[in-house]
């Protein structure tokens, strides 16, 4: 008797082992890293993403997680790192996270910071000329055009500011024949303002709309009056500010104290956010904005208040942050990543290659494409702020 209670005994420690074993294997954790701005004037954009991250990743392991090259199911977490908005810490910060267990980040919010990264990326894949660092970086904010050209490791899931202003200014032509003239501002020390400032620009004038002049500022002023008192003395019909959510209400600020009231105002796209009617929303009244994003569909509502849950505000980066998190646990089942230390090389060029295989993705606000170049076609909608929050203007066929 006593030897077969010994048998028995040992048959339940192994067979408690076991399931030890597959609990253990069941609850492995693969984790994300994305970086960003959390500090400095924009940091609000890092904070954003960090929470757009952390809800799509709950959403991901609520439905069982994902599952990994071996069958194995894991879990999401998210860790997001601070770079500042500065083009030395960005670098800095994505070779310590290829210098970890990471296939892929992403990030970051400033087009200066992901310019100069995606800079240190192998330009072609194959080169075995170019000693470039070899990781995947899937941009969420960096908005300025062209950006994922530089490295065939870069991708973008922002929107075309070309597309979405031309489209604007076309239908401003249309639905606004009597206006004619219009005046511009820009944070001429940031890339995605100057850039953006620029397409608006063009597209004003090619469809008929007279520049009077333009103001310029940096992103940490604080004081507005001399441009404000050169756009008063142009009295233009139309002001385009191609500027982030704090100078943006800064110079809306300063036009009120002056008397400065066009018929229209145009906004960056980075400004149609909870901060600018925070910050601003009396006198931000109206401000039309293009954007990929607004919650106008169920799936759109549920991420937005998911990520207020989270402590932030869904727009149109953070909004590509989340989809993102889908996007990537799609690659890594579909090309069978393993996510385990002794794999790192092999999932980072599975990740590269599941990537730039895309055609198509799905979005928010619908289906969005990929082109050749590793960016995205996105669809968008124009908003105007309106009683204190953003309501959609007109949705364009395109």
Known sequence: MRIVSVAAAALLAGMMTSVSGGALAQERTVKITGFGAKSGVVRVFGVNSEAAMKAAAEEINKAGGVTLGDGTKAKLS???LDDRCN??????VIRRIASSDAFVAIGPTCSNVAESLFGILQKKVG???DSGLQF?????????????AISEWAFRNVPSEFQMYKSLF???KQEHPNLKTIYGGVEKDFAHSNAT????????????????????WLLNDTNFSTQVREMRRANPEIVAISAHPFTTCGVLREMDRQGVKPKLLIGLTSSSSIETLQGCGKQAEGIIIPTSFAPVTPEAKAAADNVTK???????????????????KDVIESQKIMAKPDTVQADRTKMRQGLAALKETKGLLGKVGRTNDREAIKPYLYVHAKDGSWKVLHKPSS
């Open 78 to 80: 998210v860790e997001f």
């Open 87 to 92: 083009a030395e810490e960005g670098i800095s």
């Open 127 to 129: 080169d075995a000329s």
């Open 136 to 148: 995947p970086v899937f941009a969420d904010v960096a908005a300025k055009g062209g950006l994922a």
């Open 170 to 172: 076309a239908w401003l």
């Open 197 to 216: 400032y620029g397409v608006m620009k063009k597209q004003a004038e090619e469809n008929g709309f007279q520049l009077l002049g333009s103001g310029e």
């Open 310 to 328: 989270q402590g932030g505000s869904m727009d149109l980066h953070s909004a590509a942050a989340y989809e993102i998190m889908f996007i990537l």
